[in-house]
């Protein structure tokens, strides 16, 4: 679970099967759920949580999506038929939460109540890993199953899907009227969400899965590969501009800081690359620890969590990195 900041605190994963809101003043702990593991039993939280006006929303590996209040309270909970892995989206607007299960299905939950809306789940063929995309009235999803869906919001009437033919693992990112997928077979999409058709003559081909998020900036996408690469590629027609290999796989979304574009892959290994050209401006800075979470800007700053539940704080200009000790 990447950290995700809520109301001036941090959210982490410092353990498997519980969630620990922090104080970046003092990195204190102002409260954990469940508050004692023998309290509820959940498994461990992969996806980005969503956070409403009034609730905080988790996924769970046990299945499960927990609405929490502000102080770590529970105040519903909804149960899909597989583990939650992929992340959570609130549309403030509807009032609603969009939820994808392993189970192949898109769950929307009213977000005050828990309660399933009318018309859903939508189904598709297999599990769905990755967070949907929403723009305006209609929310994008990718499957296991090869496809990618244009559904419309609130009623989940499918507007369009392509099938891509292998299965699809990253978040989808919208870059105006582009959607851009990665899926299981190696290659990078781009879609028009106008009709559902590819954008790009030949899909840009990597080594292996392309996992993490893609990074779009202006003409470039950023696009990190479990090859041990990061592809900078033309948004216009899927051509490489630059790769930078790295020492590890990089399952991690690539973070833009000014000038300076931090990239960190799983063995801990951390880089800053001249968005431009890809050249290394410092790195590897080795934290000593697996980084599968999305790294976080925080007042300038670059937050790095590992699978281990450390905490590293780095300035992205120089490279130079800081564990964090937090608190009980």
Known sequence: MPPTPVDGMLLLGLKAGQIAAVDPQGWQVRWRFPEKEKDIRLGAFYGAPAVGDELIYVGSYDGSVYALERGGRLRWRFKTDGPVIGGLVWDARLGLLLVPSDDGRLYALNAQDGTLLPG???????GIWSRPALADDTAYVGSLDGKVYALALPSGQERWRLDLGAGIVSDPVLAGHLLLVGGVDRRLHA????????VW????????????????????????????????????????????????????????????????????????????????????????????????LLGGEVLVLTQEGRLFVLDPATGQAQGVDIGP
């Not at 879609?191 to 590819?198: H, L």
């Open 120 to 126: 859903w789940p939508f189904r598709t063929g297999k």
């Open 201 to 296: 003559q030949t899909p840009f081909r990597a080594d292996n899965w392309f996992w993490a998020q893609p990074v779009v900036m202006g003409d470039v996408v950023y696009a990190a590969n479990l090859d041990g690469n990061l592809y900078a590629i033309s948004l216009a027609d899927g051509s490489l501009r630059w790769r930078f290999p790295t020492q590890e796989p990089v399952r991690s979304r690539p973070l833009l800081v000014g000038d300076v574009l931090v990239v960190a892959d799983r063995g801990g290994n951390v880089y800053g690359l001249d968005p431009a050209s890809g050249q290394a401006r410092w790195g590897p800075q080795a934290l000593g620890g697996k980084v599968l979470a999305d790294l976080l």
């Open 191 to 198: 879609i028009d969400v106008r009709d559902g058709r590819r």
